[in-house]
């Protein structure tokens, strides 16, 4: 175990000290424009339509080489221009209309018109397994009149904007579309692009061509980088120890979508008392649990909202341990601080294992007899949805809009929590499309959280983008899109 733990800290510091990256100035660039080659990974596919596919990594890599979106999602997950270089909501919220960029042409040379877009989202709204399948939860239909959209919504707010990110294409078979490449080779075993010649690319690439290699599991992925088949992998803390001995490598560290959470039955005879709660979740050492279980390779944080979004550590506050904090809670609660309870998790993720052991490890060192109770997903899940447990370890994928209401609304949650005032919030947020007055409701969703206590944020899980050193450029990915800025990659 301590060679593991050392070895994961090399990791660490590997990572921090190799994660520099740097702009190419001017110069530099048409030195080096459309020159060399990368090789990157993808699972066989099922079709090279990103808009079609089942697989995650397949559509983001596609859309990433062939396409641009209606709008880009940054790191710090705001919104930012790309085919649509304006946007504007009605006065009800009921559409959204958006201004294309005029001039744009597919890489055929054909010009980019409304029709693109609208055709583009009704094959979206086709296959529900897609990625992007979550704007049909906003958007009823599109309409289009000289270079503007019209996007019909179901529900009102901002949040839409996230999700205009799927690709655009010329049409349904041709693969043709804005993006800094084309497809020039198909084979059993891969694909080749070619970068888009300079008259008539929207986004103008600095490396000539990116091969894909075809993989059946991502298990091969790990081996495929150690051995300089692949330049480019997205790590886990797993991958990161099949991958050890390769150190001429840039990593990137980004947030992945993932949020892990104890959450509380807020009707359970034990914990239905807010303070109670609230006294468990001071005696919660975070940061010592994420240091010992995860060597950094977590985002503690204090709330659902993502990490580095303009909505995250709005209010200063968090549960972390304070035994004085605790002990007050509990006499507020007229609780015994003797509590015996069990924390649910389900038998097959060892994460939630180490997690529920650590929590409960610590609970009972304060006195308490909690214990840890694992069972089957299937069980796991009815266990939850009937209420028939005290306290559970949670993780959900928290969507692009950052809609908090499946986890927190009344009647919609798995805690049996409810509170109208909360529920206000979370509809006034989902609905605003002015980010001052969302931001003022994320705060109070924070603070409400931390007073009311129907779970404890724990953290986001992270990944780490790792980059061959023949590769070099500023690496920003996003869970949603490793090979986020690829246009500005250059090779050796």
């Known amino acids: 175990m301590m060679k593991k733990t050392c070895l994961l800290l090399l990791l660490c510091i590997t990572v921090l000290l190799s994660s520099c990256s740097f702009h190419i100035n001017e110069e530099q660039a048409d030195e080096i424009k459309q020159s060399g080659e990368i090789s990157l990974f993808a699972y066989t596919p099922d079709t090279l339509n990103p808009l079609k596919t089942e697989y995650k990594t397949n559509a983001s890599l596609l859309s990433a080489l062939l396409y641009v979106p209606l709008v880009r999602v940054n790191p710090d997950f705001s919104v930012s221009p790309a085919l649509a270089e304006k946007w504007s909501f009605s006065a009800d919220g009921s559409t959204c209309v958006l201004t294309l960029k005029k001039g744009v042409l597919f890489s055929d040379g054909t010009p980019l018109t409304t029709e693109n877009v609208i055709s583009s989202f009704e094959l979206v709204s086709k296959h529900p397994n897609n990625m992007f399948y979550g704007v049909t939860d906003y958007v009823q239909s599109i309409s289009g009149s000289g270079n503007s959209v019209t996007l019909h919504l179901k529900k009102s707010g901002s949040g839409v904007l996230a999700h205009l990110t799927f690709p655009i294409l010329k049409d349904e078979s041709s693969l043709v579309g804005c993006g800094p490449y084309t497809l020039s080779k198909k084979e ?70 993932t949020f892990t959470y104890l959450g509380f039955n807020c009707n359970s005879e034990v914990i239905a008392d807010k303070n109670a709660r609230k006294a468990i979740g001071y005696l919660l050492d975070k940061d010592t649990m994420l240091n010992s279980l995860f060597v950094g390779y977590a985002l503690k944080t204090n709330s659902p909202f993502k990490p580095k979004t303009t909505y995250a550590n709005l209010y200063n506050g968090d549960f972390n341990y304070n035994k004085e904090l605790a002990q007050k809670y509990f006499k507020e609660s007229e609780t015994n601080s003797n509590l015996q309870f069990s924390i649910l998790i389900n038998e097959e993720n060892d994460t939630k294992k180490r997690i529920a052991d650590f929590i409960a490890g610590k609970l009972n060192q304060t006195g308490m007899f909690v214990t840890v109770l694992a069972v089957p997903f299937e069980e796991y899940t009815e266990k939850i949805a009937s209420g028939d447990y005290t306290a559970y370890i949670g993780e959900v994928n928290i969507p692009a809009d950052q809609d908090m209401r499946f986890l927190l609304g009344s009647g919609q949650n798995n805690l049996n929590f409810s509170s109208a005032y909360m529920d206000t919030l979370l509809s006034k947020f989902a609905s605003e499309t002015s980010e001052k007055e969302k931001k003022v409701c994320a705060q109070e969703i924070q603070k409400q959280l931390l007073d009311q206590a129907p779970l404890i944020s724990l953290y986001y899980e992270t990944n780490v983008l790792m980059v061959s050193d023949s590769i070099s450029g500023t690496f920003a990915p996003l869970s949603s899109n490793l090979y986020n800025g690829i246009e500005n990659w250059t090779a050796k």
């Open 188 to 257: 059993k075993n891969g694909l080749t692009f070619t970068a888009v010649s300079a008259d008539t690319a929207f986004i103008t690439p600095h490396i000539q061509t990116v091969h894909v290699k075809y993989y059946p599991k991502s298990e091969m992925w790990a081996s495929s980088f150690l051995s300089s088949e692949t330049d480019v992998i997205a790590a886990d803390m797993a991958t990161l120890s099949k991958i050890n001995s390769k150190t001429n490598v840039t990593a990137s560290e980004f947030t992945t979508d």
